[in-house]
């Protein structure tokens, strides 16, 4: 199993979904598995560039139906195995160091349940902003063994906060 599953939820054209999908293939650790779930888009567009990637690190999953936004994301988490999830956005980058950071802090802080690391607030083409200016809108969950992962009461979990992306 991999150390990671990140999560990708989308629907919509692919330009930007492949954006993202080379940000989760250019990463510099390669321990994760990348879940495509395609909510039920019109277009097999998005699908059929996904396969014909070829990288076994990653699987596609298309609902029967369109699930929205919020039961796309729920579907997401029913499908999660790893220890560590991201929950990523069609429209979101993964900057290069995000997991092999993610993992150096998870092997650092074994107490955790959530990392709530600072992103940068717009993509590379649009002028991101810098590191500085981050705001906190993605997270790490450790999943529950045996139960479904917790999306409420996160008051009770442990959370490291990071600004930075400058530790290996």
């Avoid at 930007?16 to 567009?45: K, N």
């Avoid at 993964?94 to 950071?101: D, F, G, S």
């Amino acid at each position: 199993m991999a150390e990671f599953d990140i999560l990708l939820p989308f629907y919509g054209p692919s330009d930007q979904f492949e954006e993202a999908v080379r940000s989760i293939l250019a990463q510099s650790h390669g321990d994760f598995r990348l879940l495509c779930v395609d909510d039920h888009y019109p277009s097999l567009e998005p699908r059929d560039w996904l396969l014909s990637l070829g990288d076994p690190r990653i699987e596609y999953v298309r609902n029967d139906r369109n699930l929205g936004v919020a039961g796309n994301f729920s579907r997401c988490l029913e499908l999660a195995e790893a220890d560590w999830f991201v929950m990523m956005g069609g429209d979101d980058i993964m900057l290069p160091e995000y997991l092999a950071t993610m993992s150096h802090l998870i092997q650092e802080h074994t107490d955790i349940d959530v990392i709530q690391p600072g992103v940068n607030a717009g993509r590379p083409s649009e002028g991101a902003c810098p590191p500085a200016n981050t705001r906190r809108v993605s997270s790490h969950r450790r999943r529950t063994h045996g139960r479904k992962p917790c999306t409420r009461g996160l008051g009770l979990l442990s959370v490291v906060a990071v600004a930075n992306f400058d530790r290996p």
